[in-house]
T-cell receptor
Framework: QKEVEQNSGPLSVPEGAIASLNCTYS??????FFWYRQYSGKSPELIMS????GDKEDGRFTAQLNKASQYVSLLIRDSQPSDSATYLC??????????FGTGTRLTIIP | GAGVSQSPRYKVAKRGQDVALRCDPI?????LFWYQQALGQGPEFLTY????????KSGLPSDRFFAERPEGSVSTLKIQRTQQEDSAVYLC??????????????FGPGTRLTVL
């Protein structure tokens, strides 16, 4: 059973602080990892993809991957109220279907 | 350009009715995916098309679920004899011509199905 685990939250972070979202996955052979943002009642939107160990930065977002620990995280710097959403971690197992976690609900407190 | 569109946006069905959900992918996108998202859960894969070929339907929960994409563009997800457990948001996504799984999937707005 291929699994992706996330803390469902809610995670509350003050405006301007760093939000840290975590995800673990069960298949050591996984190669591709994605973070999607989903606003309430809206469809998922890809914000970051990462394929290699280490950090990948894009604006205020940094994705971190540690394949040995089977762990991927998303950091959001200078959090804004507009970042309040559910963040979905998705893992591509082999060359098969994308498997999503249940999502972490993030609330940025003004 | 236009994104992925889905219709209807909302559908209420009585238990036992058949429903058909439509997806219009981004023009030129080869790959098309259907997902089911229950309340408070992440999307769960249902089925995958590359052009008109249905390459993976392992996520379809029962033989009441059927999907087609006869001309390699518009796709229809049909659910026969709907049950209350079918109530969910059905998401369609498409991805660009290379057809690789690692390509970005662009999601439509979804169809919220409620079975009474």
């Amino acid at each position: 059973q291929k699994e992706v685990e996330q803390n469902s939250g809610p995670l509350s972070v003050p405006e301007g602080a760093i939000a840290s979202l975590n995800c673990t996955y069960s298949d050591r052979g996984s190669q591709s990892f994605f973070w999607y943002r989903q606003y309430s009642g809206k469809s998922p939107e890809l914000i970051m993809s990462i394929y290699s160990n280490g950090d990948k930065e894009d604006g205020r977002f940094t994705a971190q991957l540690n394949k040995a620990s089977q762990y991927v995280s998303l950091l959001i710097r200078d959090s804004q109220p507009s970042d309040s959403a559910t963040y979905l971690c998705a893992v591509l197992f082999g060359n098969e279907k994308l498997t999503f976690g249940t999502g972490t609900r993030l609330t940025i407190i003004p | 350009g236009a994104g992925v569109s889905q219709s209807p946006r909302y559908k209420v069905a009585k238990r036992g009715q058949d429903v058909a959900l439509r997806c219009d992918p981004i023009s030129g996108h080869v790959s098309l995916f259907w997902y089911q998202q229950a309340l408070g859960q992440g999307p769960e894969f249902l089925t995958y098309f590359q052009n008109e070929a249905q390459l993976d339907k392992s996520g379809l929960p029962s033989d009441r679920f059927f999907a087609e994409r006869p001309e390699g563009s518009v796709s229809t997800l049909k659910i026969q004899r709907t049950q209350q457990e079918d109530s969910a948001v059905y998401l369609c996504a498409s991805s660009p011509p290379s057809g690789r799984w690692t390509d970005t999937q662009y999601f439509g707005p979804g169809t919220r199905l409620t079975v009474l």
